[in-house]
């Protein structure tokens, strides 16, 4: 009998159902589903799997109304974030269904005297997709859209807490895409290890440094592309535009701040260090658990979240609300939060906390708010604030981080890669880029004159 897992709902901590949990059986018949689907859609034109792509973009638009139930049964966010979630989604399946379509100009041409050569970018085969719960549907999307387009099969293992979207893209990709072209599989940790070890020719994963560094030692000599979350710092300089406060405060509690790229530590100069705790505690206070972001997933995270706020050592704190509903009381809701006066190696700075948390610091220079910002083991996004537009894109340029704004955070689009550094992981999301991801270059050299024989 297949094993099962109780799903919570983590707006009231109460059971609101169960999902499968696959097991060796499980993987290794979904592996092998994609093996064989992988001949025949590999096979198309990129204009057929530009036109199914597009197909299953528009299945998601068609049914959004149950992505955005299904996304906040399983994560608790608000409507309005889940729906802003799945047009994101749908728009990524169209730009990769163009994207299909605008292969790289391979290098050709006289290289070596009497021959001409060609290089093709291949698919690697079956992909294994491993995405967390944070952003179930989109982060399965950036994974699974460019793998596609390059002409891969994809499994895709969800979070064990957050399977619900992803079922329904199955089905909705066997209707647009045929048969076990993309398919979910779902389960626990130990499901997703055993599709990483299992039949597959790549691994994609977004998560924890620590599982990633777990995938990677699992996977052996597959490719591996790892996302693996942030401590993203923020350089907030005497001259920040006056929403400054706001949009950190809109941008810290997005998700209720679990997402990779959220804003994590503010770095100011000593000489505005007391406005930016008052401006930033007083948009902080205005954002309110319940009415304005969701809960923390999961019992793991709320407790670890409780575990690094406990043990900081700051001597300021700022408080928001809870606008709770009836019933909600027993979920993971967790207020907006500021913590300030903390030593630089506080495990609120040091560790990635992964909610509606800022930490802010002070440094003397801007040259030691640089060696603050740079001095984590993550480096995946990070922003300035400054109405100098040479000196703030100058300080964007020597941040430690895959990808940086300026008077922004959080501004993503199809078009523009993303990705990390050092404990951040490696590979690209995003952009046309991505492909490139899921694809290996095949050199093929023809001989074209045929040498003298005398």
Known sequence: MLETVQLIDPRTGRVRGSSAVARDAQVAAATRAGRRALTGWRALTPRERSRRLDRLAGLIEEHAAEYVALECAGTGKPEHEAAGEVEQTADLFRFYAWAARTRSAPAAGGLVAGHESWVRWEPLGVV?????????????????????????TVVAKPAETTPDSLLLFAAHAGEALGEAVAQTLPGDRESGRLLVAGDVDMVAFTGSARAGADVAARAGTKRVSLELGGNSPVVILPDAPDDTWEQLARATTYNAGQSCAVPARVITLGVNYETVVDRLGEAMRRRAAGRDFGPLNNPDQAARYDRIVAASSAKVTVTGE?????????????????????????????????????????????????????????????????????????????????????????????????????????????????????????????????????
């Open 128 to 152: 294994g997709v491993v995405v967390p719960w944070n952003y179930p549907l989109l982060m399965a999307a950036w994974r699974c859209a460019p793998a596609l387009a390059a002409g891969n």
């Open 322 to 454: 809870l606008a709770l509903e009836d019933g909600e009381s027993g979920g993971h809701w967790r207020p907006a939060r500021i913590l300030a006066d903390l030593p630089d190696d506080d495990p609120a700075v040091v560790e990635e906390v992964f909610g509606p948390l800022l930490t802010v610091q002070s440094a003397p220079s801007v040259e030691d708010a640089i060696a603050l910002a740079n001095g984590v083991p993550q480096a995946l996004a990070a922003s300035v604030w400054t109405r100098d537009l040479e000196a703030g894109l100058d300080l964007a340029g020597r941040l430690n981080a895959g990808e940086a704004w300026l008077n922004c955070h959080l501004v993503q689009t199809a078009e523009l890669p993303h990705g990390g550094r050092g404990a951040s992981g490696h590979g690209t999301d995003l952009s046309t880029l991505a492909l490139h991801e899921y694809q290996r270059p095949k050199t093929i050299t023809a001989r074209v004159t045929t040498p003298w024989s005398g």
